[in-house]
Each structure stands twice: as C-alpha cells, then as structure tokens.
C-alpha cells in the first residue's frame, strides 16, 4: 500500500509513519506535490558478490547503452 504525505505531515508524524513503514507500508512524502523520499521496508540485501555478478552479466551482454531519454517520474 502506497501512502502519500507532505513534507509538513511527515516532520508532524514521523515516529508513526515510521512506525508504519517497519510494518510493511510504503510512505511516499511529497513536497508541493513532488515526491521528496519514500520510507518503506527495506528491499534485499545486495552483497558485493551480488553487484559483481550482475555488472559481469551487464558486460557479457553488450555492456551499458547511452541513456537518452530522462527516467520517469515516481507515480
């Protein structure tokens, strides 16, 4: 679940939201609409084994293309 708070709410109610977040929610604070930070559980452990292998797979596989296009924004 996907909770979207201002900035303001999210200086107001941290310890709760924080709460909220070790629970498994997702908190997505926003300034003037904007998301500024998500807190949320955290993802999966990355080892430095993990980040090897994956930037190996990158390279057998053509390596990193230019990016030309800007990343979407979070919805």
Do not use: Y
């Not at 941290?14 to 929610?25: P, S």
């Amino acid at each position: 679940m996907l909770t979207r708070v201002s900035e303001a709410e999210a200086a107001v109610r941290f310890t709760e939201l924080l709460e909220r977040a070790r629970a498994g929610e997702t908190i997505l604070v926003e300034r003037d609409g904007v998301p500024v930070c998500r807190l949320g559980p955290p993802g999966p452990a990355c080892t430095l084994d993990d980040f090897t292998r994956f930037l190996e797979q990158i390279h057998a596989q053509g390596g990193v293309r230019e990016v030309t296009e800007l990343p979407q924004r979070l919805a």
